[in-house]
């Protein structure tokens, strides 16, 4: 909704309350589904600015900084996934702290394959 204001004051257009509220919840549902596509944002912007009756033309001037604001997306994607992940290895009890803390640190050859091979044999056949 960043994007939308900045090209609506850009183009000199005063947007309404009705109109604010209808931009935050249309960009919400469509980052949604695109944030894990590379160049995707070019497309949601002109869905945004089309729907808001913004000019078209405007969201040329983003396509411009789209890379570089791609990787703070990026890196706010991969940080909230990971952020979620432990949250439920945490819920789980999965977390070895000794490792997580630095502790202790584990390498391949302490590993048995063979203490893991009835939970691999389980998720093959779940696959």
């Known amino acids: 909704m960043i994007v939308v204001m900045f090209l609506a004051q850009s183009g000199d257009i005063e947007l ?4 604010i509220v209808l931009g935050m919840a249309l960009a919400i549902l469509l980052n949604m589904g695109t944030i894990t596509v590379p160049g995707g944002f ?15 033309e405007a969201v040329g001037l983003l396509i411009a900084v789209d890379w570089f604001a791609g990787i703070f997306r990026t890196f706010l994607n991969v940080n909230g ?16 702290r000794e490792v997580y803390n630095g502790t202790r640190t584990v390498v391949a050859e302490e590993i048995e394959l063979a203490d893991y091979q ?10």
């Open 16 to 19: 309404s309350f009705g109109a």
């Open 42 to 56: 070019p497309v949601v912007a002109t869905f945004l600015a089309t729907s808001l009756d913004l000019p078209l």
């Open 81 to 96: 996934d990971t952020f979620v992940a432990m949250l439920v290895a945490n819920a789980d009890d999965e977390i070895d």
């Open 118 to 127: 009835d939970v691999l044999t389980r998720a093959d056949q779940a696959d």
